[in-house]
């Protein structure tokens, strides 16, 4: 059974059936999932939620099927880490790490999109998936493409890490490396959506694929023991993720799963690519596009489709933005492994770094709930810190020498944020 109402425009509010459909006819706004509210507080309580199996379906009313999920079976229910040791650094009370870079199958929340969307293309029949990637997008779509029998298309700025590339490349899609910016990859896929009739995941059935990240504000909530945080840190691409977290803890509170929504939402880029935090430092509505340069790649889209979107929920929240440069990142994911034991990509560094700067700015009090998002693995971008890291210590097969060598090492760093 489905609890889908339709689709609507986030501008105008018209009302369409759930087809596909990604735009406005009318007023060219953006276009989102309506569901059946009451229809749905009937059946979904926190003790049937409970019952049913740790992976991100379990939330499957609020969620955009009209039949059985048949793709991400796997996917969701993360840690949410309590944090002790990076609290301590930072001096906070109750910190946690929702850690998404030990999501299945390819360690990154875009399990979470992908997996509604490779449902529902199968839904509505096609047979080739496509997307436009920074490279997680790219992992997990050629996986899910892999487990579901279905063919993969898929483009990528021809200068991302080569983890992103081989981790793309060992499903065996078709992968297209374009010489140019993400902005330029995304603006090619519309012309090629336009003309090839398949499922471009954050395309033509974005609407349905963006869907995928509220489940990870409701494992959040729920984890948490049904309730929400304080303040949530959230790494900004193309900005839809934040604007997910907002919605699905809006729907537990109205679903009266949750006792109340108070909570403040945060933006993290890089510095070399921050059209949102700009807008949100700026009070600007308007996000004016930047050319991307940044280690942050996974993060690295100029001209961010729901740049507004974020804006707008971050600004209501009563929430802040900020930038980390590429030094702050490095430091940040050196920090969090080394506190945590979590090793995240570039991404995840621009979230703690950013974190740091809203405590230090007293924008995040020291005695409430805060919950950082890490949602990449820092396995896919290893090379931002291969040379940055202390060296082993090499030694012959023998006592004297690893005395010796032993002795020669240097005392290790203490943190200072
Ligand atoms: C895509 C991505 C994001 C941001 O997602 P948006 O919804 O586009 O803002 C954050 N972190 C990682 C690791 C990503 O791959």
Request: net charge positive; glycine share 6%.
């Amino acid at each position: 059974m489905s609890y889908v109402k339709g689709l609507k425009c986030r501008e105008c509010g018209r009302e369409y059936p759930a087809n596909i459909l990604f735009v406005c006819e009318y007023c060219f706004g953006s276009i989102e999932v309506a569901y059946d509210y009451d229809k749905i507080k009937k059946v979904l309580t926190r003790q049937e939620i409970e019952k049913r199996p740790k992976n991100m379906w379990r939330y499957k009313e609020l969620l955009p099927l009209s039949k059985e999920p048949s793709d991400g079976l796997t996917t969701g229910f993360t840690p949410l880490v309590r944090s002790h040791n990076l609290a301590k650094v930072l001096g906070v009370k109750e910190l946690y790490i929702k850690d998404d870079s030990v999501n299945h199958p390819t360690l990154s929340f875009k399990d979470r999109v992908v997996a509604v969307a490779l449902s529902k293309a199968k839904e509505f029949g096609f047979r080739t998936v496509a997307c436009a990637s920074t490279g997680n997008l790219a992992n997990s779509v050629a996986a899910n493409a892999a487990i579901a029998g279905l063919r993969a298309f898929i483009f990528i700025p021809a200068d991302l890490e080569q983890g992103k590339i081989i981790a793309s490349s060992i499903y065996n899609p078709v992968l297209v490396k374009v010489e140019g910016n993400y902005d330029e990859v995304n603006r090619l896929c519309s012309e090629i959506a336009a003309k090839y009739k398949w499922a471009f995941v954050n395309i033509n059935i974005r609407p349905y694929y963006a869907e995928g990240s509220k489940t990870y504000g409701f494992e959040i909530a729920e984890q948490l023991g049904w309730r929400a945080p304080k303040h949530i840190i959230v790494p900004a691409a193309g900005g839809s993720l934040v604007t997910k977290i907002k919605k699905s803890l809006q729907e537990f509170y109205q679903l009266g799963l949750i006792p109340e929504f108070k909570t403040k939402l945060y933006v993290a880029q890089g510095e070399g690519c921050a059209p949102i935090v700009t807008a949100i430092k700026e009070d600007n509505e308007i996000i004016k596009p930047v050319k991307p340069k940044t280690i942050a790649k996974s993060l690295a889209i100029g001209n961010p489709a729901d740049g507004f979107y974020a804006y707008d929920v971050v600004k209501k929240s009563g929430g802040w933005a900020e930038a980390a440069s590429d030094d702050e990142i490095i430091n940040a994911i050196k920090l969090l492994a080394e506190t945590e034991g979590i090793f995240t990509e570039t991404a995840g560094g621009v979230t703690v770094a950013a974190t740091i700067k809203f405590i230090k700015e007293k924008r995040i009090p020291k005695d409430e709930s805060i919950v950082i998002c890490i949602t990449g693995n820092g396995l896919k971008t290893q090379e931002v810190v291969a040379d940055k890291l202390a060296k082993p210590l090499k030694i012959k097969p023998s006592l004297g020498s690893f005395e010796e060598e032993q002795k020669k090492r240097p005392t290790a760093d203490h943190y200072s944020i």
